[in-house]
């Protein structure tokens, strides 16, 4: 029989061995979780969750959800944060194997210590004060009038700020001392804008060279009206003209040796065509067209150099520098030196910013015109509880396409306030950046973006990137403007139709020419890259004839578009289509010898009167429509000829010297098929002088009556 005594002995220690093996396999870590939500959103991705003094670190998922695991037991703090909403901060106690969880937190939106400004700013006598600009002088802060002239700025920190008031032909006005307080609204007392003075268009002097004139068109950079340029001979500038609403301008009564014109205009760079050779009075050839650039005035600009430091370091770079309201941005060398070029004149307050170290400003900063102005020192602190331990260093290159210098690039870790910025070589450095999984972007103007996901970043680690490369923000061509310009009526047919086109940039003239489609058809020529006197490298020009199968016809409506398939010579597509109309005037007289208000007519003999139509004139119905006054001493004898789509006819009478002569034709004239002219009734006035005798040598031939050249 067994010994019960010794069975007994021999379960006890199994029995102690399993409970042993058991408390020693209980786990000895815990875990924390919760959602934290951000009032007022419905993604809560991105929340950064820490626990100060260790390194773990967590980020919440679109929901909100996170959890920290891995834990020994023991007392923590969690922290919650999120740029513009109120820190939660909760202290816990993890015990091991036993998860804890903080709940359902709301963040709470940090409010805004900021104030409204509004007003009224109208027109001197106008109804409408819509448009005017309202500038918040050296902030970002900006906005226009409505119809009432009423506006209203929101979002402005507390302060004494300028306001700045202004409209295109009107005098700006200002305002000092808007205090703006927390919470309140300010009301700026009312502001009228009196319109600016205009002088008096001055009359070109009735100075005489000869019978020769030049024509062509002047255009004003970014403007619609292009009247009121004026167009001088250099070697005379007393004499002179001004241009048209269109840009048109013509210089009469020249000699026949070439000039330089120079063409000027307030606020514009002024241009010259130099050897301009005059043609006769009844030639419809043009010298060209130029466009005056806006003028950059250098006494309004400055410049504003300084020094930002960094407490505790020896090399001062990557800090970067801004003037608020210029949107010019700059980053120190390794002496923390920095320099603006080309700044308006005026008082700024500056901004310095530097990754782990607290932002600092200058609250005022004066910029001096034309000269070089010096900026107070900075020093930026490093950052009050600056968590370094178990945070992570990223690092990396970034390249610009075709550059040599691959400065100036942002680079950001997006749901954070940590940037660098690129020196020359590419290179960055973000320190400091808690461990996480992040989106890096990379910035800079005129190039393309690029967004790097799902970066993670390790607790005490370097983490080095593969280099990046941003390509360029190509941006494609468009069309400025067109002459005549889109909904022009009445363009004149005389001889043919001149219709220009131009580009924001070069263009390759063979892919434009063949973008061109014109409705109805019509026959034309096309030019381009100074193939004509109007074309250029960016400047196509049409030329529209009244010949051939499709002739350009009187009053008729006429669509011209510049399709797409028109390219940069990188081949650069144009940004859309472009479509522009016009409508061409009926059969006109479109020039007379002499011209009308001439004050000297030398009389010469069998010199006749000439009078030239763009269609072909009907005899009997022009010679019961003329009338002279006073009546000539000889009976009129006309002689037409046809040149062209239209007609010169030829006057020989005996006139009167020293008599101021009227010559009234009626609307009653009619061109061959029985169509009106336009711009009848017509009259010529001018005064004759003294006979001067015709030179031996010239002979004249009196054709007959009708003659087709």
């Known amino acids: 029989m067994p010994d019960p005594n010794k069975n007994y002995f021999s379960i006890v220690p199994a029995i102690l061995f399993c409970f042993i093996q058991t408390a020693c396999q209980q786990p000895r870590v815990g875990e924390i979780t919760g959602t934290v939500q951000l009032d007022g959103r419905s993604d809560s991705e991105g929340v950064q969750i820490a626990l100060p003094g260790t390194q773990y670190r967590a980020i919440t ?16 703090t969690v922290v919650a944060t999120e740029e513009g909403y109120k820190e939660y901060r909760a202290g816990v106690k993890i015990q091991a194997g036993s998860p804890f969880s903080i709940g359902a937190v709301l963040l709470e939106k940090i409010p805004k210590s900021v104030g409204k400004i509004s007003g009224f700013v109208t027109l001197e006598g106008q109804k409408i004060h819509e448009g005017i600009i309202v500038l918040l002088v050296g902030t970002m802060h900006n906005t226009s009038t ?21 409209r295109d032909g009107w005098l700006p006005s200002s305002v000092d001392a808007v205090e703006v307080k927390s919470g309140e609204e300010t009301q700026v007392n009312d502001v009228q804008l009196r319109a600016v003075e205009v002088p008096a268009t001055p009359t070109p002097p009735p100075l005489s060279l000869g019978t020769f004139a030049v024509r062509g068109a002047a255009f004003l950079e970014g403007e619609m009206n292009h009247s009121g340029i004026r167009v001088a001979l250099e070697d005379l500038p007393a004499k002179f003209t001004l241009t048209s609403a269109t840009g048109l301008f013509e210089l009469t009564e020249l000699d026949e040796k070439p000039h330089t014109l120079v063409f000027s205009y307030s ?16 030639s419809t050839q043009m010298v060209g067209f130029i466009t005056l650039s806006k003028e950059i005035r250098a006494e309004s600009m400055g410049i504003l150099q300084g020094y930002v430091y960094l407490q505790g370091l020896t090399n001062h770079a990557n800090t970067t520098v801004r003037l608020l309201g210029i949107s010019q941005m700059v980053v120190t060398d390794p002496v923390g030196r920095y320099l603006f070029v080309g700044i308006p004149a005026g008082e700024f307050i500056l901004e310095a910013e530097h990754t782990g170290y607290e932002k600092g400003h200058i609250p005022s900063v004066k910029v001096t015109p034309d000269q070089a102005s010096q900026a107070p020192d900075l020093t930026l602190k490093p950052a009050e509880n600056q968590e370094d331990q178990g945070n992570g260093i990223l690092q990396g290159t970034v390249l610009l396409e075709g550059e040599s210098d691959h400065g100036g690039v942002m680079v950001a870790l997006e749901g954070t306030s940590l940037s660098a910025v690129t020196g020359p070589d590419g290179a960055f450095t973000l320190n400091a950046v808690p461990m996480g999984a992040y989106t890096v972007i990379f910035s800079k103007g005129g190039f393309k973006n690029f967004y ?63 973008a061109v489609i014109v409705n109805p058809p019509v026959n034309f020529d096309a030019f381009f890259d100074r193939e004509s006197e109007l074309s250029n490298i960016d400047v196509l020009h049409l030329r529209l004839y009244p010949g051939g199968g499709n002739p350009i016809r009187f009053r008729t409506r006429y669509s011209v578009e510049i399709t797409p398939d028109a390219v940069t010579p990188q081949g650069i597509h144009l940004a859309g289509p472009f479509l522009f109309s016009f409508s061409t005037d009926g059969p006109l007289i479109v020039r007379t010898v002499p011209v009308s208000g001439d004050p000297r007519v030398p009389l010469r003999i069998n010199e006749p009167i000439v009078i030239e139509t763009n269609s072909p004139i009907d005899p009997v119905s022009f010679e019961r429509a003329i009338r002279f006054r006073p009546k000539p001493d000889a009976i009129p004898i006309f002689q037409y000829n046809y040149v062209g789509a239209g007609s010169r006819v030829l006057i020989y009478t005996s006139l009167r010297p020293g008599t101021r002569y009227r010559i009234q034709i009626e609307n009653s004239v009619r061109t061959q098929d029985g169509q009106r002219f336009a711009n009848t009734p017509y009259s010529i006035n001018f005064t004759t002088v003294e006979n001067v005798s015709i030179s031996p040598n010239t002979s004249y031939e009196r054709p007959s009556r009708f003659r087709r050249q």
Do not use: W
């Open 61 to 76: 998922d679109k929901n909100g959800f996170f959890t920290v695991n891995g834990l020994a037991p023991g007392d923590y």
């Open 146 to 166: 409505g119809i009432t002239g009423h506006y209203q700025i929101e979002n402005v920190p507390p302060g004494s700020y300028k306001l700045l008031l202004f």
């Open 267 to 282: 606020g514009y760079l002024e241009e010259t065509i130099p050897n301009a050779v005059p043609v006769s009075a009844t």
């Open 452 to 514: 790097l996901p799902g970066l993670s970043i390790l607790a005490s680690q370097t983490r080095v990137l593969e280099p990046v490369t941003l390509e360029r923000d190509v941006k494609p061509p468009y069309v400025v403007d067109s002459f005549p310009r889109d909904g022009t009526q009445r363009v004149p047919i005389d001889g043919f139709v001149d219709v220009v086109v131009r580009f924001s940039e070069r263009m390759a003239g063979d892919s434009v020419k063949r």
